[in-house]
């Protein structure tokens, strides 16, 4: 894929301590050659010093930057919704603002893509690796239990449903017809993912978890939720509407 446009959709809410890191790091990431990026950052409504800061980057770079800002908070799936309305690339990938991903990494995220063997790239933090940070044993429960009742569901064999990597064909993502507007909107591109039947790829990935004093915004009724939107799309295929 020559001239690829690699959009990497950040939706962000009170984030004010590590967006401009974040978006340095995503801004220096190595990417394969060909491969061009636009950053789509959505803003959410956040009531700290967040939205003046996203303007500011946006001045910055405006040839690599657009954003856009919701008018009151919706959630994470709204944001990303968003943003993959506003996407102009070929790839489309998530970054969270929080740093618990690395954008290094973005080369071997969509690698199956560019060389034709999947549209669609999870990065998962639980595949084999070499090495691996030690993580909160609850968070890891609480994701490898909702990667398994997704599995169950759609049938598919995924280590890490929850992860926030997710590459996939640009055109592919437009097409679904997403609904969530918070964190279920990772079981629900799962899904309807699975009932395209489309091929989908593995890498590890590195993770850094944060804690819920470091900002951390996910909880117990997101892992319900999740359950709930895995049920929903076993029960009701709308993928292709």
């Known amino acids: 894929m020559p001239d690829t446009l690699l959009s990497i959709l950040m939706p962000v809410y009170n984030e004010e301590k590590l967006l401009r890191e974040c978006v340095r790091r995503v801004l220096a990431a190595p ?44 959630g994470k799936g709204a944001a990303i919704r968003r943003a993959i309305r506003e996407m102009k690339g070929d790839i489309a990938i998530v970054q969270d603002a929080d740093l618990e991903y690395n954008p290094d990494e973005y080369g071997v995220v969509i690698a199956p893509i560019l060389d034709g063997r999947a549209d669609a790239v999870f990065g998962s933090r639980f595949a084999h690796r070499p090495e691996r940070p030690v993580l909160n044993y609850h968070h890891t429960l609480g994701n490898l239990f909702l990667t398994h009742v997704s599995n169950f569901f759609t049938g598919l064999h995924l280590t890490d449903m929850e992860t926030c990597y997710k590459a996939i064909r640009a055109p592919l993502l437009r097409s679904l017809p997403l609904t969530a507007k918070r964190f279920a909107i990772e079981p629900e591109i799962t899904a309807r993912l699975a009932d395209r039947r489309v091929r989908i790829y593995e890498v590890p990935v590195s993770y850094r978890g944060r804690s819920y004093a470091e900002g951390k915004k996910i909880g117990w009724k997101d892992g319900i939720s999740a359950i709930w939107t895995i049920l929903k799309y076993w029960w009701f295929d709308d993928s292709h509407v």
């Open 31 to 74: 990417l394969p050659p060909g491969v061009r990026r636009e950053i789509v950052i959505v803003e959410d409504a956040s009531k700290d010093g967040t939205p003046d800061i996203v303007r500011a980057l946006q001045e910055e770079h405006a040839d690599t930057i657009r954003a856009f800002f919701q008018e009151k908070n919706q």
